[in-house]
């Protein structure tokens, strides 16, 4: 059985220039979360998405951004790079009724300069 | 605001010790996980504990969770140097799918 797969894992980009991260979730997944860990702040929440909608968001400015496929993969953008958004960036994905467990992919670390 | 604490934040012990890491919650939540991190890499699924008295156990790893007062432990028994890593507890709020985590404890077994 397939795990969660991130596309790219490494990422490097200079300030002021906008990326899209991929999450393809395990087949039957419906849920995707996506997550910024970095030193300094931990591991925080952006958004989840279910159904192709966004169901939460965590306290990120604008700058960041997703969405949903109808086949459940995720994809995240973030505008306007700044340097602090350099992190390990990580979605989750879950069945979101009925089973709790939730599986994460082995991440995008993105670099910015 | 749900605040998840964990503790400690670092724990460095001998092989064949045992040790336990406190995850304290601040709001009721229905479900609590714990994660385990290599460095570098991603978060790893140990345990999800879902009701107040649950325990969960996987080789020399034991989870334990006490929704009334609100914390989770997890248990290392006879520590061995594979089980070096970080170890994050994460709190689901009732209702939504946002995990909080705690700032996890860098565990490293000195053989």
């Known amino acids: 059985k397939a795990g969660v797969t991130q596309t790219p894992r490494y990422l490097i980009k200079t300030r002021g220039q906008q990326v899209t991260l991929s999450c393809s979730p395990i087949?039957?997944?419906?849920?995707v979360s996506w997550y910024q860990q970095t030193p300094g702040q931990g591991l925080q929440f952006l958004f989840e998405?279910?159904?192709?909608?966004?169901?939460n968001k965590g306290n990120f400015p604008g700058r960041f951004s997703g969405r949903q496929f109808s086949n459940s993969r995720s994809e995240m953008n973030v505008s306007t790079l700044e340097l602090g958004d350099s992190a390990l960036y990580l979605c989750?994905?879950?069945?979101?009724?009925?089973?709790?467990?939730?599986?994460f992919g082995q991440g995008t670390r993105l670099t910015v300069v | 605001e749900l605040k998840v604490e964990q503790n400690p934040l670092f724990l460095s012990m001998q092989e064949g010790k045992n040790y336990t890491i406190y995850c304290n919650y601040s709001t009721t939540s229905d479900r609590l996980y714990w994660y385990r991190q290599d460095p570098g890499k991603s978060l790893e699924s140990l345990f999800v504990l879902l009701s107040n008295g649950a325990v969960k156990q996987e080789g020399r790893l034991m989870a334990s969770l006490d929704t009334k007062a609100r914390l989770s432990t997890l248990h290392i028994t006879a520590a061995v140097h594979d089980l070096s890593a970080t170890y994050f507890c994460a709190v689901v709020d009732f209702g939504n799918e946002k995990l909080t985590f705690g700032t996890g404890t860098r565990l490293t077994i000195i053989p």
């Open positions: 998405y279910f159904s192709e909608t966004q169901r």
């Open positions: 087949s039957g997944h419906r849920s």
């Open positions: 989750a994905s879950r069945f979101r009724s009925g089973r709790p467990e939730a599986f």
